[in-house]
């Protein structure tokens, strides 16, 4: 009786939480829905008095760089819903059209971030040549670990993952959007805390977690806090950079 009643306890649970079961498969397709859900509600609060009605009107780039963002949420959700449809070979394919998109945004965004700290200054008046290390950071990380995911493209267990991480960092900027968050410089407590979901993933299905958390997720911890501390203390040599940098 024991044993029986014990397989009945089993089964249920490996069907949700083990290897093949419903976290297993739907993980990734329902994080990319996550990470859009948050890029709609943090960029809805200052899309349209920032962008679309924007007085004066914000640079040409800067729509650029919007289309490009929410390109790359777009194909984050299609490339993990063709892998839960086992389409893998479109996968493979599609990559190709996201190495060059998420090119693109390591480039643009770079180039928005010095545009857009020389429009606050010299167009709004609102002059904060240290946030530099902000965009500067995210584009630095996103770029790494979108190059590993590349680099390691052979291997879906952590070719997925590096696609994580990267993705995540970018969603500091829809945080960002919420003011009490800016405010409180708290935005990268949230990446953080998605970056998290994904070790808990681990934990429940495999067990353990994988070395992309164990060293990716310290790594960018580090990064993270060094540039708050360049922003928000603002040390002689950085801000002397940033304004030469800018042009101001």
Not at 6 to 15: D, G, I, L, M
Not at 56 to 85: E, K, N, T
Not at 136 to 147: K, R, S
Request: proline share 4%.
């Amino acid at each position: 009786m024991a044993s029986a009643s014990q397989s009945v306890v089993v089964r249920p649970v490996s069907r949700i939480l083990g290897r093949g079961g419903l976290l297993d498969r739907y993980f990734y397709f329902f994080l990319s829905l996550l990470v859009a859900a948050i890029v709609v509600a943090g960029f809805s609060q200052t899309v349209d008095r920032g962008l679309f009605h924007a007085a004066p009107p914000r640079p040409v780039l800067l729509w650029i760089h919007g289309a490009a963002f929410s390109g790359w949420v777009v194909f984050f959700i299609l490339q993990s819903a063709l892998v839960r449809v086992r389409k893998v070979s479109v996968h493979r394919t599609l990559g190709w059209f996201g190495v060059a998109l998420g090119a693109m945004m390591v480039m643009v965004g770079t180039v928005v971030a010095v545009v857009m700290g020389r429009f606050d200054a010299l167009q709004i008046h609102r002059p904060d040549p240290a946030f530099l290390s902000i965009p500067f950071f995210d584009m630095l990380a996103f770029g790494t670990l979108f190059g590993l995911a590349i680099l390691w493209r052979g291997k879906p267990e952590t070719h997925r993952r590096f696609i994580v991480l990267a993705t995540c960092e970018l969603v500091g900027a829809a945080f960002a959007r919420f003011d009490y968050v800016f405010n409180h410089n708290v935005f990268y407590l949230f990446v953080d805390a998605v970056m998290l979901i994904g070790v808990a993933r681990d934990l429940l299905v495999d067990r353990r977690v994988h070395k992309v958390y164990l060293y990716g997720i310290p790594a960018l911890v580090i990064g993270q806090n060094v540039a708050i501390y360049l922003w928000r203390a603002a040390p002689g040599w950085w801000l002397s950079s940033c304004k030469e940098i800018l042009g101001i």
